[in-house]
């Protein structure tokens, strides 16, 4: 028996992932800036460091992430084109809030069996969430796990690397009393908390319609994590910004103290913002308490940004003009001596 028969017989389709891998050519290479050197198929992608020379002193960043249980979502209802503008934004924005313009991604995709029409949508949504944030899908990998996954099961995961100057990279050791929060809204849960999601709509069909939502329920659960790294760095360069928290899984408090310095104490008003419904109704239907709902979900912010008060009007102009709703959320304060603090106050708009 030859190789590549007796790796068929033991579950590798071979042929499916070079037809998957035509398939996504032409999204992956729209993702493609200049310094992006050859295409798709080599053992390594290349980009062109020269470009970093317009820098006085670059700094690179890296962050890895992935999109969690949501892509269990994904399969129940056999959509997958959105699922990579999770994995950019969980990506991407999670190296945007230092400053860092982002240069490329590569990602990873685990299967039990490789569908390649699926795995072309997967990461033709990776390419133009890619493309949305300015960042060049470099490279990547499918692997076929046969045996260990389902054959309808699947994972994704990548790595993005940017680059910021020395002295521009964003901090809580920036952080002045007399700051204020300027909240940016998100597009919906994003792809945190998930496995509590899941758990409480255990008993739903995806299909239900939910009037509060105006949509499905599992339309509502995919909603596509909203991409933020052009627009911060648009904010970045329009005025100053002294740190900015992307809020991910933990919620709002616990995401914000991690930009804030000790001795620097920060007052949320949740009289400032209504969530949106797919927030109270995750709340309402698992019987859950808002302390628990707050320390998992991101409560309709996608960002935190900490900023002078002279800066937050420019800062809403460039959110305004990307569609993103903002307000100012809470104010900073110091607190000598003391370890850094954020704390919810008020009740949200009924």
């Known amino acids: 028996m030859a190789a590549e028969s007796a790796y068929a017989a033991a579950g590798v389709d071979i042929a499916a992932g070079d037809r998957a891998v035509e398939l996504m050519k032409d999204a992956v290479a729209r993702s493609h800036r200049p310094e992006v050197l050859g295409g798709l198929g080599g053992f390594a992608g290349f980009f062109d460091a020269s470009a970093l020379a317009r820098y006085r002193h670059p700094v690179l960043a890296t962050s890895t992430d992935g999109v969690g249980t949501k892509v269990a979502i994904a399969g129940a209802m ?50 133009a969430a890619c493309t949305a944030a300015g960042a060049a899908l470099l490279g990547g990998e499918t692997a076929e796990h046969p045996g260990l996954m389902g054959a309808e099961d699947f994972d994704i995961a990548g790595a993005t690397t940017g680059v910021v100057e020395y002295d521009e990279i ?71 910004v002294h740190s900015i928290s992307h809020i991910t899984g933990g919620g709002l408090a616990n995401n914000l103290v991690r930009v804030i310095p000790a001795g620097i104490g920060v007052d949320l008003d949740r009289g400032t913002w209504r969530p949106p419904a797919i927030f109270d109704l995750v709340r309402q239907v698992g019987g859950l308490s808002l302390p628990d709902v707050e320390a998992t979900l991101n409560q309709g912010v996608g960002m935190a940004l900490v900023l002078p008060e002279s800066s937050v009007e420019a800062a809403r102009s460039v959110a305004s003009a990307a569609g993103i709703d903002s307000w100012v959320a809470g104010t900073v304060t110091a607190e000598p001596g003391a370890p850094a603090r954020v704390d919810l106050h008020g009740d949200h708009p009924g």
């Open 170 to 240: 964003l901090g809580a050791d920036r952080v002045r009393p007399g700051d204020v929060v300027l909240a940016l809204a998100s597009s919906g849960l994003h792809s945190n908390g998930y496995s509590l999601v899941r758990h409480v709509f255990a008993d739903w069909s995806l299909e239900r319609e939910v009037a509060e939502l105006g949509c499905t329920l599992g339309e509502a659960l995919l909603t596509p994590t909203r991409v933020y790294a052009l627009d911060l760095l648009a904010i970045i360069r329009a005025t100053e």
């Open 78 to 127: 056999g959509v997958y084109d959105t699922i990579g503008y999770d994995l950019i934004g969980m990506l991407v924005d999670d190296l945007v809030v230092t400053g860092a313009e982002p240069l490329f991604v590569t990602d990873y995709i685990a299967c039990g069996k490789v569908h390649p029409e699926r795995i072309a949508a997967i990461v033709g949504g990776i390419a």
